[in-house]
């Protein structure tokens, strides 16, 4: 299974994982998952909503080949990328990301891999509005493109150099 979703409705993350594992049909032995929620701006600075736009098919065709390269660079027998789009309250559900595998050390990779490309590539814009009324676009950090960049210079099997190997 290979499978993007963009789309403004909220999701079920247990009904997306269950679907990825049926569509393994026993081949998979670990599914990494990672669910991302609208947070607060800061500390002290509580946000109201976050606003999320995309470029229509583009940024389909991006994610699909972020997981498309996870399962080259990885023994995944799928995944599933879903993000969300349009005007989200604080705490929504985001972003839901899930690579299956027959060991957790592959899927895990994927899984990261996978979240850290889809924050520097694919075509997102946030713009968060927070309790106080100020509205602000949310600009790219340096440090989601230096993960990035790690992946790019890792050896396909390696994780980054801030994770351990798997015993």
């Given at each position: 299974?290979?499978?993007?979703?963009?789309?403004?409705?909220?999701?079920?993350?247990?009904?997306?994982?269950?679907?990825?594992?049926?569509?393994?049909?026993?081949?998979?032995?670990?599914?990494?998952?990672?669910?991302?929620y609208v947070r607060d701006h800061a500390p002290d600075q509580a946000t109201q909503t976050l606003y999320?736009?995309?470029?229509?098919?583009?940024?389909?065709?991006?994610?699909?080949?972020?997981?498309?390269?996870?399962?080259?660079?990885?023994?995944?027998?799928?995944?599933?990328?879903?993000?969300?789009?349009?005007?989200?309250?604080?705490?929504?559900?985001?972003?839901?990301?899930?690579?299956?595998?027959?060991?957790?050390?592959?899927?895990?990779?994927?899984?990261?891999?996978?979240?850290?490309?889809?924050?520097?590539?694919?075509?997102?814009?946030?713009?968060?509005?927070?309790?106080?009324?100020?509205?602000?676009?949310?600009?790219?950090?340096?440090?989601?493109?230096?993960?990035?960049?790690?992946?790019?210079?890792?050896?396909?099997?390696?994780?980054?150099?801030?994770?351990?190997?798997?015993?």
């Amino acid at each position: 299974m290979r499978r993007v979703i963009v789309q403004e409705s909220d999701f079920d993350a247990a009904a997306l994982q269950r679907a990825l594992y049926e569509a393994c049909a026993g081949r998979a032995g670990a599914i990494a998952t990672f669910t991302g929620y609208v947070r607060d701006h800061a500390p002290d600075q509580a946000t109201q909503t976050l606003y999320l736009e995309h470029y229509p098919g583009m940024c389909e065709r991006e994610l699909q080949e972020i997981g498309d390269a996870a399962m080259q660079r990885w023994d995944i027998g799928g995944y599933v990328i879903l993000h969300r789009v349009g005007e989200l309250p604080r705490h929504a559900q985001i972003v839901f990301v899930a690579a299956a595998s027959a060991h957790r050390g592959e899927a895990f990779r994927a899984c990261e891999y996978i979240m850290d490309a889809l924050k520097t590539r694919a075509p997102f814009w946030k713009r968060e509005r927070l309790t106080s009324g100020e509205q602000f676009w949310v600009q790219a950090r340096d440090a989601d493109f230096d993960k990035t960049r790690r992946w790019d210079d890792a050896p396909a099997a390696m994780p980054p150099a801030d994770q351990e190997q798997e015993q």
